[in-house]
């Protein structure tokens, strides 16, 4: 019976609570609005972020272990083939890959595309099966001896068919003096579009000519090395001997992924700052104090018998359920947005002025520390903020609030 | 009605929706392992890094390959030229053999 008195208190208290949020539907309805807003960024940023580096980082492991660049003048240059048999005389490395590769600017669609050269008749039967689909105007392209072929990712696939160029582009530099055309023999499938969007996947012998690479020169070179304790030594090994190299280890673009969208960038700080300031100012709204006609409410409950802390459990309630109300919604929105509206609004930021680019159909990412990081932030100092107007006004003489309303 | 009624009712729409969402994700997830062993064999075969989200630059497409100078010899005026750039954080360059100062030389 107890038990049930108390509940049926609480119940009241609670009612009292909704009942007053409603009364100034107005001044609610705009805290919930703002909070909401507040929320939906900061989540939108977070998910936005989580997604594609989850996304970079689950497939970093099948890179090569370590890359290797030319420098010179400060820039990245050719690498020499001369390089390929002492690198690979290192005890420890098991393969060393030359790899041709570069881009292409298409000036008439202000594109840039990503041209890697690779021997396409090593390739699978198994590997068309999963990763191409055949381009319809060249159903037997693979098996063709023509060293002028590429498959292509779907987003300069879409660019191609916009000018009729879906069966044969025309590659062209006015320093050539004619035109290079190579067959599209296939389109990669959907599910790699996030990695080979702007990719040409073009014959090692044709994608030299059109990167102008001349023979016995390579891009940089990919090092496998078998045993990942050996990485990091022959990286050193290599610098040691060859200076003018650079090395980027597998572990280092681990390094860079995690760190990616980390306080320093750019967006994540902007973000936030905004969100915080925000933030602060609905809150130092709060803390400022209670309007006369609360303060008066408070002296009249007073007056009729409440107690402190009734009063007290009262803007509790209050703030609670505002924020608690406007994170869970906050939170819903921004998931809506990212996931199901592809980040529409917010991709343009990552997009930039490219003119190829995926959609964002990401996999969802919700880091349940962020999640908790959020519903504290905005829920406990909300909260505190309710309360101690509402505590200073309550130990207040009732009399003293009625008359003089402060 | 009472009005914590009414809050039950709302917090039993709230839950239907979290719900909707938790569903989602576990799709989503699905589907993004299953294409896992697709994206992995792409990556072998293609042996360059990072998400063609941006293709503005170089020095953005394949940002975790690029050295630290590229962004000033891409546009020497501007520390950052092309908008996407302020979206990620300067990549890992440990393996620099040293930090690289753009001061006069009288003010060293």
Same mark, same amino acid.
């Given at each position: 019976m107890a038990f049930r008195n108390l509940l049926e208190r609480q119940r009241n208290i609670l009612d009292y609570s909704l009942q007053n949020l409603y009364r100034r539907k107005e001044k609610t309805l705009f805290i919930l609005v703002i909070f909401v807003l507040l929320i939906s960024v900061i989540s939108s940023i977070l998910f936005i972020t989580g997604s594609l580096t989850r996304e970079m980082l $689950?497939? =970093? $492991?099948?890179? +090569?272990e370590i890359t290797v660049q030319k420098i010179q003048g400060g820039r990245q240059t050719n690498i020499s083939a001369t390089y390929l048999s002492e690198i690979e005389s290192i005890p420890g490395v098991e393969a060393v890959d030359p790899r041709v590769w570069g881009y292409f600017y298409l000036e008439s669609l202000e594109a840039n595309f990503t041209i890697f050269g690779f021997d396409l008749d090593t390739l699978e039967e198994s590997d068309y099966e999963k990763l191409i689909t055949e381009n319809p105007k060249f159903a037997s392209g693979k098996e063709s001896n023509n060293i002028f072929k590429m498959v292509v990712g779907p987003g300069v696939y879409r660019l191609f068919k916009k000018i009729a160029m879906d069966d044969t582009f025309l590659f062209f530099n006015p320093n050539w003096g004619k035109s290079i055309p190579i067959d599209i023999i296939g389109i990669f499938k959907p599910e790699t579009e996030l990695q080979s969007v702007d990719l040409m996947l073009v014959q090692t012998e044709a994608a030299r000519k059109i990167l102008e690479l001349p023979t016995g020169q390579y891009t940089d070179l990919a090092v496998y090395v078998s045993n990942p304790e050996e990485i990091e030594n022959i990286a050193r090994k290599i610098k040691l001997h060859y200076p003018e190299l650079r090395t980027i280890t597998q572990s280092q673009i681990q390094s860079t992924y995690s760190s990616v969208? #980390?306080?320093?960038s750019g967006l994540v700080l902007s973000g936030l700052l905004v969100v915080i300031a925000a933030y602060l100012v609905l809150i130092w709204d709060r803390a400022g104090g209670l309007s006369q006609e609360e303060r008066k409410e408070i002296g009249i409950l007073k007056a009729i018998g409440w107690d402190t802390d009734m009063i007290l459990s009262v803007k509790f309630i209050e703030g609670l359920i505002l924020s608690l109300m406007s994170t869970i919604l906050g939170i819903l929105l921004s998931y809506i947005h990212i996931y199901w509206f592809d980040a529409v609004g917010l991709r343009e930021v990552f997009i930039g002025w490219s003119t190829v680019y995926p959609s964002f159909k990401l996999v969802p990412h919700i880091d349940l520390k962020y999640i908790m990081l959020i519903l504290t932030i905005a829920v406990v100092p909300y909260c505190a903020v309710s309360i101690v107007p509402a505590w200073k006004a309550a130990i207040t003489d009732p009399d003293k609030i009625i008359r003089n309303g402060n | 009605m009472r009005y914590s009624t009414k809050l039950l009712m709302m917090v039993m729409v709230f839950s239907v929706g979290i719900s909707v969402i938790l569903i989602d994700v576990m799709l989503r997830t699905e589907q993004f392992n299953t294409s896992g062993a697709l994206k992995h064999r792409f990556q072998q075969i293609v042996s360059i890094p990072d998400l063609g989200i941006t293709t503005a630059a170089r020095y953005l497409r394949h940002y975790s390959l690029s050295d630290s100078t590229t962004p000033f010899q891409d546009y +020497? =005026?501007?520390?950052?030229?092309? +908008?996407? #750039?302020?979206v990620y954080a300067p990549p890992?360059? $440990?393996?620099? $053999?040293g930090r690289i100062s753009l001061n006069p030389l009288s003010k060293r």
């Open positions: $689950s497939t =970093v $492991s099948e890179l +090569p969208f #980390g306080w320093r | +020497p =005026v501007s520390r950052e030229h092309f +908008p996407a #750039g302020f890992d360059y $440990s393996n620099l $053999s």
